[in-house]
DNA sequence: ACGCTGATTTGAGATCTGTCAACCTAGAGA
DNA sequence: TCTCTAGGTTGACAGATCTCAAATCAGCGT
């Protein structure tokens, strides 16, 4: 296939249709998890993980920096790291108001990921 | 390799009642973020999700090493320390049979993660 | 303008990871 | 037993990652 690698990232993993079958069903194309690999790698820490979860479970769907920090026993610029990891893997999004940062999660992205892990039933 | 941390691992895994609700539902605790981010930092690298999507593709259910190595260019010891990785995580299971050895998905584990990422319909 | 607070960026150090060459182990077969 | 093949283990190295302190940036007050 010689679709264009880059509008991947942003075309494929935010469509509502899944980019890929599931794993389990057809092997995944080189390209395709060259793609997906980093979003796996984003959730594959500790710290990001529960990040992650307390963005997405957010009762308003987002929530402030200042509600996040304090929740770890780690600085603000290590959570300020952490979450520009999960930006950079497309899982949040940020945006500021005022002197507060928000940051919600991006449904279609999980979907995308949990869509890749199913398994048929045995 | 050390049994205790896998057996661990794959208590609260191998279970067919979800360990946790999704990410998205409620804020994940800190020992539950420690036992799973594992598994996706597992299938957080191009070749580990490529070799799990071939083991849980497999047509038999199976597929052994001697058909994964020559399907990526890099070394046999790289592939097997990548499929080490995948079996400490959990998610899939070796099987010496004479002198292959084969590989086989574990699904259980790839329904725990898929559910976890489950995200409600907007 | 000034200072204050919240958040990100930069720089640095310790640790972890991906990879290969070299070596070792397990099993099949003569 | 000896040899051959399939995989795994060890050791080493370059590059990535996690973390913090210090510096910087962005807004809101007075």
């Given amino acids: 296939?010689?679709?264009?690698?880059?509008?991947?990232?942003?075309?494929d993993l935010n469509a509502d249709t899944p980019c890929c079958p599931p794993i389990a069903q057809r092997r995944i194309p080189a390209e395709s998890a060259a793609v997906l690999a980093p979003a796996f790698k984003a959730l594959g820490d500790p710290v990001r993980?529960?990040?992650m979860s307390m963005i997405a479970s957010a009762p308003d769907g987002?929530?402030?920096?200042?509600d996040l920090t304090p929740a770890f026993e780690?600085?603000?610029?290590?959570?300020?790291?952490?979450?520009?990891?999960?930006?950079?893997a497309g899982l949040v999004d940020s945006d500021r108001r005022g002197t507060w940062v928000y940051y919600r999660a991006r449904p279609t992205i999980m979907r995308q990921l949990a869509a890749l892990l199913t398994v048929e039933a045995t």
Same sequence: chains 1, 2.
């Avoid at 296939?1 to 075309?11: D, R």
């Avoid at 987002?62 to 200042?66: A, F, R």
């Fill in 1 to 11: 296939m010689s679709k264009q690698a880059v509008a991947l990232t942003l075309t």
């Fill in 49 to 51: 993980l529960q990040l």
């Fill in 62 to 66: 987002e929530i402030c920096v200042c």
């Fill in 74 to 88: 780690l600085s603000g610029p290590t959570i300020s790291h952490h979450l520009k990891t999960l930006r950079d």
